[in-house]
């Protein structure tokens, strides 16, 4: 990996517990954070932790149920284009309580 790209966690459920601590761990360990929740305003706080500490993380409202909304999430979460969704500067975490097929 260059030092010039920056590696970039997916955390669904990030609005709180162990979503939220998983989140700001990683932003803490030097990846920008894609903070995902079934609403985008409650990831507000921990955005705010990550970005306090001065690491990069974006709130994105996502119900990890639905695929459509999965596919709709991932590309603003990565760091150019949605082809480079699945490489691996990208890492998927699920916190969320209900299934992730990702």
């Not at 966690?9 to 998983?22: C, H, L, M, Q, S």
């Not at 409650?42 to 709130?59: F, Q, Y």
């Amino acid at each position: 990996m260059s030092t010039t790209e920056q590696r970039v966690a997916v955390v669904t459920g990030g609005a709180r517990g162990i979503g939220a601590a998983t989140a700001v761990r990683l932003a803490a360990e030097g990846r920008a954070v894609a903070v995902i929740d079934l609403d985008e305003a409650a990831c507000k706080d921990t955005v705010e932790r990550i970005t306090a500490a001065g690491g990069k993380a974006l709130a994105v409202g996502c119900d990890v149920s639905d695929e459509a909304q999965v596919e709709a999430a991932v590309p603003p979460a990565s760091p150019s284009s949605s082809a480079r969704r699945r490489s691996s500067s990208t890492t998927p975490v699920c916190c969320a309580t209900t299934s992730c097929s990702r």
